[in-house]
């Protein structure tokens, strides 16, 4: 084998076209690594709403709570069955909910309207989601108009700090306390109680009843008991899995995105390294011609061809992972396109995106050299001598 | 029976239309041991001759053994192995690989064996210290002169003790000086080490040492007594 070290001094040599080689590499990198880390962070916050230990009632059919309705009768059915958890003081821990979008104006541009999520829950609520902790302020009041605030919202939107005042529904709501939920997609809703948002909005219906299972692993009984039950029309939910589904489609459509466009921009920066690698090999064809002469055989002047070329790209991979370590915790929104609400949610660069990343940048690297490697290894001896 | 044997070799290259017949039934025998000179006006094919016994190029007609092994027969790949095993090769420019050290420059043929990397060192100091570089291991070449770096081409063609060495025009980038110890040096690995070397110049000193001297005229071979090309300076 030609050693290594040839192609890195040889590399090093021309650092000019190496770093601009490498930079191309690294823009596609990074922009990869940028748009999957954003798919990534879409699919991790709706992952961390639904718990394994909840399950989640919908009207029979409904496939997200913006278009289920289920009535006081069906809240009352599910608090008695036998699957459902009970609290410290006895009470089962059921939250049956309305769930409604009220638009309100951003911070920065008052003319940009979003979608938000309220969330009217009962006083259990606060048990059955566990991953939702009161950060300022306390609780709303049962029997006021008071709401508490997720905590990707307070930045995003004026008036939701506590002691301000929100006003929705034809009516003033006083912000009484802020909670965060683990980056989940409750921190873009505002919560308060449900029996004060009945009358305000859609009636005298709940969208969802979620509630917490007693043993999580006897999520199949519950379901199928609750929908064999004749008093009800209900499709049961095991929580997590509901909310990972309703990533599914936006998410797997920001990974296609995430492919296509740095597909289309690697293809700019392959041609970068042909470009390169070609010119690398024109100006050395005497050394290759040494190579061979010395008893070196083709195919591991291809080797050694490759193996440069992946190089120029490791560097690329590297400063494409360096350049998207910034956007990590970046926060962004958008608007989920299965309930149609907006959530907030950061960029996540894991190590393994990295990995990915360093992975395409080494297949760009490849795809490059291969042809330029080749007419070095396909180079007449004599030729390349004279 | 010659070490090298030459046949009955044709070879002519196509250059557009016109075909330039370079041997026409070139018949030759070198001998083991032996310390050729290969003279004669440019353009009468000495460059031809030598790649066709490295087996860098084929013969049109004809055959080239060397040591009783058919080169005009092997395929692109035997040659290579054959090629690392049993040629040393020296051009004009020295083609030392610049971003390598003299020490990684003469181990590279060793890198085609199966020696040991304490094997590989002990070789390569050794050849150094023939062509008395050993000091001068870690230079690069562009940190050597032009005598360092043909020597340490030299070198690089002994390391893997091969059958034959064959030497482009060695001397013709080098001043007097540095040509006398590229010269002194080539006598010394044929007369001390019996190395069979086939050398290509036109410098009359090169065919003073050496023991037989060939002179190719328009691809015909024009024997002649080293004394005639000592007279003909
Ligand atoms: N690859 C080639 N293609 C075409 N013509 C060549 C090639 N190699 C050598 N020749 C021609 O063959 C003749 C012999 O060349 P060469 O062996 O280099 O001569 P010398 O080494 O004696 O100067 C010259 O006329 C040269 O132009």
Known sequence: MIPIVYNVRSVVRRPVSTALTALGVGLVVAVFIGMLALANGFRAALAKTGSNTNALVLRKGADSELSSGLGRDVAS???????????????????????????LAKAFDTTQIANVVVRGVSDQAW???????????????????????????????????????LHFAGRDWTVTCQFSAAGSAFESEIWGENEQFMPVFRGDVFQSITFRLKDPATFDDAQRALQADKRLTVDVHRESEFYAQQSQLLGNILSFLAIM????????????????????????????????????RPWTVLVSFLAESAFIAVIGGVLGGLFSLPLNGIVTSTTNWSSFSEIAFSFRVTPALLLVGLIFAVVMGVVGGFFPALRAARLQVVQALR | MALVE????????????????????????????????????????????????????????GTVRVGGEA?????????????????????????????????QNVELPLLLTRLSGKERNERVKIALDVVGLADRADHYPRQLSGGQEQRTAIA???????????????????????SQEVLALLQRLNSEFTKTIIIV?????????????????????????RATAAAMR
């Not at chain 2, 410098?203 to 024997?223: F, N, P, Q, S």
Request: net charge positive; charged share 20%.
């Open chain 2, 156 to 178: 690089r063609a002994i390391v893997a003790d091969p059958t034959v060495m064959l030497l482009d025009e060695p001397t013709g980038q080098l001043d007097a000086k540095s």
């Open chain 1, 127 to 165: 048990q059955v989601r566990s991953n939702v902790k009161i950060t300022a302020g306390q609780r709303p009041t049962s029997g006021r108009p008071e709401v508490c605030v997720g905590s990707r919202l307070t930045k995003r939107f004026p008036h939701t700090g506590v002691g301000q005042t």
């Open chain 2, 201 to 225: 110049t036109h410098d009359a000193h090169a065919a003073e040492r050496a023991k037989m001297v060939l002179h190719l005229e328009k691809g015909d071979l024009i024997e002649k007594p």
């Open chain 1, 77 to 103: 059915i599910i608090a008695a069955d036998p699957h459902v958890a009970t609290g410290a003081d006895n009470r089962p821990l059921v939250s049956p909910e309305v769930y409604v979008l009220i638009p």
């Open chain 2, 71 to 103: 080169v005009s027969e092997m395929s692109a790949s035997q040659l290579a192995a054959w090629r690392a095993r049993h040629i040393g090769f020296v051009f004009q420019s020295f083609n030392l690989l610049p971003v390598l050290t003299a020490y």
């Open chain 2, 6 to 61: 030459i046949r009955d070799v044709y070879k002519s290259f196509q250059r557009d239309t016109q075909r330039i017949d370079v041997f026409t039934g070139l018949t030759l025998d070198i001998d083991a041991g032996s310390f050729t000179a290969l003279m004669g006006p440019s353009g009468s094919g000495k460059s031809t001759l030598l790649n066709l016994i490295a087996g860098l190029d084929k013969p049109t007609r």
């Open chain 1, 261 to 296: 466009i740095t597909g289309i921009m690697a293809v700019g920066a392959v041609f970068g390294a042909i470009n390169t690698m070609y010119a690398a090999i024109a100006s050395r064809a005497p050394e290759i011609g040494v190579l061979l002469t010395l008893g070196f």
